[in-house]
């Protein structure tokens, strides 16, 4: 077997491999300043040029060299960016500011939510140039919800630092928008924002958006049915407004999302397309070579410019730009070189795309076709084109997602079974529509009545896609729920993969017990998680504006306590990561009308009994004749009457007093001075309370 990972053959890999560590480093660590990254990076570059001048350092140290110079530059450009972020924060008060919006608004409870990118910010009455990124919500009215992506406003509103979500193993929406580049927030209400200028864009997102109107125009027109339309829309134009609901979960549930997110899967089938037909033409001149090069280029980025050239479909154009041009002028140039070019031109450009997951699954997943397909596809060598068709494609699916399983379990806390059997399908119709859809947009613009044609052609295609998708659905155990893989997990079950990976590049043994020793490593690891939620036996206060969220967590049993009656959506987001990290099987809910006994748990209108400990729930409807003392080992406060507050002090010992999220940070310090002396625990401050019984 020829190996696939020699240095010499492919070293922008290994750069960008050692380059995407020291973003890791700056980015985990983030005690390197400015000054220090740059002597690290400069002290090893000049090592490794006086080293090959004088010819006397020894090869090993200067490949050592090397590596501390690629990750230093890592290190050093993260730091850049971060500065230049820093840069651009505003302070955090009231702030007239002018901006373009970045992203299509989304409807969020009251609000319209988008990204903002500021251009102005009024300081002591002088308008001065400024570049940070907010996340706005301006209150929904019928005039906010005509905003639309590059909408010019001005307004004025108090700016906010994003807040880290503090609940435990819970998503956290602050860090996904740091990887944008956004850390500060604010509310806009209705009299204090105006629209300055429609779509103000640069010519060439105006030439997109303007592409983009006229095919979605084109479906609207072509295809009949509605699913098909949403379908088609997303598929070929990266528009998902009009995707059905019941479709987006099909695509889902099987694996098949990737169809929907238009990305490297349609750019390439389009760049593979283009590379056979003009492969047709049998000409070797340098002029025919170049100028096919050029052809094809211009086509993936123009297929970029129509589908809204979103971050996904820029790094393929770019990605399968530089494949185009490897193929062409290069023979035998390596695919995963291809791969670490592109992922290093794109890690300069933005080292914070590093912790994006489109980008983590688009290179896994591609990382994983060029390495494992040669290898599973050689298995079995079927005679018959169909069956050979067939394994093939399986192959494409099965490569593709060795890499990405772990990911996909820690990002989604499930995996489709039927991944095969959608992938399957999604590949040949997902060629069929792609090609198809452009054929009808450019068919238009020759004659609408043959347009019309090709559209119901088009539809029947959609309609079987759709139906096929749905019938995968319906298999029994098509989707593994409720899977958890906290990071420590994960990372050992990629270093599991990596020496997997390396045993079979060069067939040494060592890898291969590497291997074994990390598995093992990951299999003790579930089995101790296993063994510790039999054992567990604790309450979790939740940090929520509504007040008392919590869970009682007694072996693989979970009491819900949810007296303030949030919605099962919105809970699902607070503690299903919890409970999933806790191996939980039974859901118990307490309802705090009809009270509640049982072994373990006790609840009347005074208090709550969890084992040993006593707890006491205060809020502005506790109403207890005044002669009753209480004591407890905790005293859970809502936001209250502060002179009712005072009152019921007096007759309530606790051994801690916690303060629920109801209770803002900036109104903590009255309830500070209250207190006094007193032992609390602020969950707006502090984050979720864990409480060992």
Known sequence: MQRQFNFSKIPSFYIACLFAVGIVIEKTINDFDLTSSLALFYTSSIAISLGILLRKTNSTIQTVLIFICIIAAGINLTNTKQAYLSQWKLATSKQQIIGTITSDPKKSH??????????????????????????????????????????QIHFESRILNTQKNKNPSSFDFSEFLAIKGISQQCFVKTNQWTLLRRQNFSWWKKCANGLRDYGLGVFAKTIPNQASFGLLSALVLGDRRNLQDKTYQSYQETGAMHVLAVSGLHVGILSQILLSLFGLVQNQSTIWEWAKAILIILCIWFFALLTGNSPSVMRAAMMFSLFTMGKIFFKSSSSINTIGVTALLLLCFDPFLLFDLGFQLSFLALIGIVFFHPLISKLIQPKNNIL??????????????????????????????????????????????????????????ISEKASIGIGKLINLFAEYFIYGIELIQQLPFNLIGNLYLSKLEMGILYLFLI???????????????????????????????????????????????????????????????????????????????????????????????????????????????????????LNDQFNVPKDIQFEAEYLLIEKMNLAKLAKELSRIHADQIVLLASIPIWEIKKYRALLGSKNFYSISDNGALTIEI
């Not at 903002?116 to 929904?140: G, P």
């Not at 699916?397 to 806390?413: C, G, K, M, Y």
């Not at 992938?423 to 090609?435: D, E, T």
């Open 499 to 617: 020496c997997i990976m390396l045993y079979l590049d060069n067939r040494k043994i060592i890898f291969c017990l590497f291997g074994l020793l990390f598995f093992g490593s990951f299999l003790s690891l579930k089995n101790y998680e296993k063994y510790d939620s039999l054992h567990q036996n604790c309450l979790v206060l939740y940090h929520h504006k509504n007040g008392l969220i919590a869970d009682y967590f007694l072996g693989q049993q979970c009491y819900e306590l949810n007296p303030s009656h949030i919605t099962e959506e919105e809970l699902t987001f607070i503690n299903q990561d919890n409970r999933l990290s806790k191996k939980i099987e039974e859901v118990i809910k307490i309802d705090f009308a009809f009270g509640f006994d049982s072994p373990h748990i006790k609840l009347n209108k005074e208090q709550l009994n969890i084992g040993t400990q006593r707890l006491i729930y």
């Open 388 to 445: 050979k068709m067939v394994w093939d494609l399986s192959c494409l699916s099965i490569s593709a997602q060795v890499l990405v399983f772990p990911l996909i379990i820690s990002s989604f806390n499930q995996f489709p079974i039927y991944f095969i059997l959608s992938g399957l399908l999604a590949v040949p119709f997902a060629a069929i529509l792609l090609n198809g859809g452009l054929i009808l947009i450019i068919f238009n613009i």
């Open 110 to 151: 009251k609000y319209l939510r988008f990204y903002l990118e500021a251009e102005k910010v009024n300081i002591e009455n002088k308008w001065k140039i400024n570049r940070s990124k907010l996340l706005t919500y301006v209150h929904l009215d019928s005039l906010s919800e005509s905003l639309r992506k590059g909408d």
